[in-house]
């Protein structure tokens, strides 16, 4: 079974620094990833996927993630924050199966302090 | 598109009742997936649909939870009876069936709250 751990529960992080959300998947075949966010009491939006092709996958918001293989990572990063950045954060992985499936992590709740 | 639509937003009930969560996907989409998210759990996987047929309800924790689409603009998710631990918000998701990975939309969510 597929499994995504987010190494950091709270990121704390003031306005305009930068920022980088951890995520690391455990999966011994092929996988599609992607990074969800949520505002409160709103559904989840999505942020960015990796299908295939290049490992830096540009996203909304300014928000950016590269897939390492090798370190089966798929961090989130954003050069620099702004205060409606304050969300909860989840990475994903689906199986390339027909469906769509997605396993979530635990989540990442970032703040950003003025 | 006015995305995926979920009611009630909120719902508040007493252990015992029956509680139905109501979804319509996307038009157009044809997979339907319906998500738990609780603090101690995370969000979890109930039950999933492709063209209105259950494909996988492996992750629906009891009985006493059930799930329809009776045809491909409608799902719902019933708990007969709900207990307090049922507490949680219900999304529901849609996607196409394409080639390649599909993206799920989320809804807005479903919050339970059992006393």
């Known amino acids: 079974a597929q499994s995504v751990t987010q190494l950091d529960s709270q990121v704390p992080v003031f306005e305009e620094a930068p920022v980088e959300l951890r995520c690391n998947y455990s999966?011994?075949?092929?996988?599609?990833l992607f990074w969800y966010v949520q505002y409160p009491n709103q559904g989840l939006q999505l942020l960015l996927k990796y299908l295939s092709g290049s490992t830096l996958v540009k996203g909304i918001n300014g928000f950016e993630a590269e897939f390492n293989k090798s370190q089966t990572s798929f961090h989130l990063r954003k050069p620099s924050v702004h205060i409606s950045d304050t969300a909860e954060y989840f990475c994903?992985?689906?199986?390339?199966?027909?469906?769509?499936?997605?396993?979530f992590g635990q989540g990442t709740i970032l703040t950003v302090h003025p | 598109d006015a995305g995926v639509i979920q009611s009630p937003r909120h719902e508040v009930t007493e252990m015992g009742q029956e509680v139905t969560l109501r979804c319509k996907p996307i038009?157009?989409?044809?997979?339907l997936f319906w998500y738990r998210q609780t603090m101690m759990r995370g969000l979890e996987l109930l039950i999933y649909?492709?063209?209105?047929?259950?494909?996988?309800d492996s992750g629906m924790p009891e009985d006493r939870f059930s799930a329809k689409m009776p045809n491909a603009s409608f799902s719902t998710l019933k708990i007969q009876p709900s207990e307090p631990r049922d507490s949680a918000v219900y999304f529901c998701?849609?996607?196409?069936?394409?080639?390649?990975?599909?993206?799920?939309?989320f809804g807005a969510g479903s919050r339970l709250t059992v006393l």
């Open positions: 038009s157009g989409h044809n997979s």
């Open positions: 649909f492709n063209n209105n047929v259950p494909i996988d």
């Open positions: 994903a992985v689906s199986d390339p199966d027909p469906y769509g499936k997605l396993t």
């Open positions: 999966s011994s075949v092929s996988v599609y």
């Open positions: 998701a849609s996607s196409p069936r394409t080639t390649g990975a599909n993206v799920l939309t």
